[in-house]
């Protein structure tokens, strides 16, 4: 069995320049097994998200000038990563090599697969990168191509099954050795075609080793220390939560807080690994774990999450109607479109989706219910904790801090560890301030 590797995730920041791979180094320099999943260093993937959107539309100059610059920037990187002329030879190289693929696709049509393979540099160039810097410092290291064992299937599901499998057969070619670094993000998909988790994803990846290996613990290291009680991006004075459970963090991640990938913490959960959040600047600071345990806390943080459109469907047939519900969720099962909040009345339903892609379909067929009213531009605010039935006067306290923001739509009760509100966006700056003051200085 391999339940004693050690997993950590190093995120985008923590790989953004020379300087923070080199302080890497102190952080997994010990014996203890492990596998070390790398992001692409930050601002990579956005720019080949760029390039790839120029490439797209036929803007070839356009994404030559982007490839140039992303291609110059690590030329830089590569003088102060390395300090023999092997290892800035070695580096040199590997830039040429990665940067004339990505270049090649200016030649020809630009297509989803190809898409695919110009994200996937990001990640591919930085473990390497950092592979070469152990070996310039004499540190053994193995690097384990992600595209061997990271594999999503027809549902874009991974499949833990293949990933356990694959895994073990590596590890065990490679028995005498201790330190591994792979790519985070990349997969292939069921067509043997090269995949990615979807942005953020690196996280899933470690997760999925660290199920998929049964790991004393999975670590994500990121730029602050730990998952925070609100968006540190919106609201001042947030703090960080030293304990979460699976159920609170995957609610948190799902609604929006980035830390972590919205379906990350999953495979965890099904695995019972806990998941360590920590900070690589200031690697002392507690972080979070995440474990079955939980935060002990009523209320514990708030997420938010953008990009929300509400469907309001109202129709005399609802009324002592059984059956209509399922008609209407037939229709956004038909166009493989999630619900996130559901609220319901006699005469009405609304319902959110962040998935637009068939609004306009699913809009002509809602229509032979009675009359739709599509709200965009909204956002649900996710008030996670924990309330049980017994507990009172947490919705109180929710609705009394939320009391001067105009809020579309409520859902307490569908679990015991979320409350969520949806809101217009433009108001969500004000609700998470106000929940901040009103919900987390009196617990
Ligand atoms: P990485 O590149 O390491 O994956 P991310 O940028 O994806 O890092 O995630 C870390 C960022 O998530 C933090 O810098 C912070 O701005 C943001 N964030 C959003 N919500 C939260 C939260 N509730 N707690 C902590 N960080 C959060
Ligand atoms: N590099 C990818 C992204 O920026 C994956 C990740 O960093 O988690 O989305
Ligand atoms: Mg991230």
């Known amino acids: 069995m ?35 999943v790398l992001s692409a260093m930050s601002g990579t993937t956005n720019s080949l998200v760029e390039i790839s959107e120029a490439l797209y539309s036929k803007n070839t100059d356009k994404a030559k000038q982007l490839i140039n610059a992303l291609e110059e920037k690590y030329h830089q990187v590569i003088k102060e990563l390395y300090k023999t002329e092997e290892g800035l030879r070695k580096g040199k190289e590997l830039i040429e090599n990665h ?27 930085s473990t390497a990168l950092f592979h070469f810097y152990l070996s310039e410092i004499n540190m053994p290291s193995v690097l384990l191509p992600a595209l061997d064992f990271m594999r999503i299937n027809e549902h874009d599901e991974p499949d833990l099954n293949y990933i356990e499998n694959r895994l073990a057969k590596i590890l065990k070619e490679n028995q005498n050795h201790t330190l591994f670094i792979t790519q985070g993000y990349i997969c292939r998909n069921a067509f043997g075609e090269i995949d990615n988790l979807k942005r953020g994803g690196s996280d899933y990846t470690a997760t999925l080793i660290g199920a998929a290996l049964k790991s004393p613990e999975i670590q994500i290291w990121t730029d602050i220390d730990g998952m925070h009680n609100n968006d540190p991006r919106v609201v001042d004075k947030t703090y960080p939560i030293e304990e979460l459970s699976f159920e609170e963090a995957a609610e948190l991640a799902y609604f929006g807080a980035k830390i972590l990938h919205p379906t990350c913490v999953l495979p965890a959960q099904k695995r019972k690994v806990p998941v360590r959040l920590l900070n690589t600047m200031q690697p002392n600071a507690k972080g979070t774990v995440i474990s079955e345990k939980g935060s002990g806390r009523n209320v ?115 679990s015991e560890h979320n409350v969520s509100v949806l809101v217009d966006s433009k108001f969500k700056k004000d609700a998470l301030i106000a929940l901040n003051n009103g919900v987390f200085n009196h617990q």
């Open 300 to 414: 514990t943080a708030v997420a938010a999450k953008d990009g929300i459109t509400a469907i309001n469907i109202q129709s005399g047939r609802m009324l002592l109607a059984y059956g209509f519900l399922r008609s209407v969720f037939e229709v956004f099962e038909r166009y493989k479109t999630p619900i996130d909040m559901i609220t319901t009345s006699e005469v009405a339903v609304s319902l959110t989706i962040d998935n637009t892609q068939n609004l306009e379909a699913i809009t002509n067929e809602l229509k032979n219910f009675g009359s739709v009213k599509i709200d965009y531009h909204q956002t649900i605010i996710c008030i996670v904790g924990n309330f049980t039935a017994d507990k009172q006067g947490y919705a109180f306290k929710i609705f009394d801090a939320l009391k001067n923001i105009p809020i579309r739509m409520i859902s307490y009760g569908g």
């Open 99 to 125: 940067f004339s693929y990505i270049r090649s696709f200016t030649l020809d049509l630009f297509t989803a697969n190809e898409e695919k393979a110009v994200l996937a540099q990001g990640e591919l160039i």
């Open 2 to 36: 391999h339940n004693h590797y050690l997993v950590m995730k190093f995120g985008g920041t923590s790989v953004g320049s020379a300087q923070r791979m080199h302080a890497l180094v102190d952080l997994i320099n010990d014996n203890r097994p492990k596998i070390v």
